[in-house]
């Protein structure tokens, strides 16, 4: 009987979708996250009779025929990178991102991965790195003497140096942008790679080409709609139990088959 292996197939991808939201769940906080949604495919099918095949030697054509399904398969997990809420802090180096980039960070390993969590900190020397101490690309190192730091929407670091009047430039944050966020690889850490779906990076200023602007002092939360997701779950877990009715009632049928004298 086809109906178990079609039931274990749609159980195993209610499984996985409900491994998706909770990881949707447990990231409601993390900055800069950008929540996923899983997309199913159905499977082959077993033609019975084929649609479109003659039925008589005069010619006439079958116009239905018959199909059946072997079932559902997961076909991908795509990354929503719609614009999560701005929340405001009061670190001068946490910035957060208006519109389409992705911060550049560099690895320990020379790679250049891609953020849109911007809780940056200074290491040592005075350099900005994020959290895990990765340095951003391009690289800007804070003077030892200054007394303030303002970023402006366009990306440009401006420090006031202690007895200065004016303030002194030391650089510019770039933006990297894609043509398909959601070919972006997830490394974990908030971190993305660049891979052949999402495109080749295109850097530039803030503000320019379709870059985002900057904004100082706040943090991109995640995407993640609670309710929505709350909703996801439910409407999941109903469909894992359908699946698994299913499964009891074929049950049942071949029993009675192997009752009967």
């Known amino acids: 009987m086809k109906a178990l292996q079609i039931a274990a197939t749609g159980m195993l991808a209610q499984q996985l ?7 949707n769940i447990a990231n409601m906080r993390t900055t800069g996250y950008k929540r996923q949604r899983a997309e199913f495919q159905d499977l082959l099918y077993q033609d019975i009779k084929r649609v479109g095949s003659t039925s008589s030697e005069n ?8 199909q059946i399904g072997m079932g559902v398969k997961t076909a991908g997990t795509y990354r929503i990178m ?16 208006r519109g389409d980039g992705f ?6 390993d020379g790679q250049t991965a891609y953020t849109r969590a911007g809780a940056f900190q200074m290491d040592a020397n005075g350099a900005i790195v994020t959290q895990d101490g990765y340095l951003i690309e391009p690289n800007i190192t804070i003077p030892a003497n200054a007394a303030s730091i303002t970023i402006n929407a366009q990306g440009e670091v401006q420090v006031r ?31 993305f790679l660049e891979t052949p779906a999402s495109g080749t990076a295109t850097t530039g200023n803030p503000g320019t080409d379709g870059m985002g ?22 409407a999941a877990q109903r469909a894992y139990e359908m699946n698994a009715k299913v499964i009891s009632a074929a049950d049942e049928m071949m029993q009675a088959t192997s009752n009967m004298r």
């Open 17 to 23: 979708n409900v491994e998706v939201i909770s990881h």
């Open 59 to 66: 010619g006439t054509i079958v116009p239905a025929g018959i």
């Open 82 to 97: 719609t614009q999560g809420d701005l929340a405001g802090t009061e670190k001068p180096l946490d910035i957060a991102i």
């Open 103 to 108: 911060f550049q960070v560099q690895l320990p």
């Open 161 to 191: 140096l202690a007895n200065a009047t004016n303030p002194t430039t030391v650089g510019t944050l770039q933006l990297a942008r894609f043509v398909n966020n959601a070919g972006l690889n997830a490394i974990g850490d908030s971190l």
């Open 213 to 234: 602007t900057l904004l100082q002092k706040f943090l991109e939360g995640s995407n993640v709609n609670a309710v929505g997701e709350i909703s996801d779950l439910i």
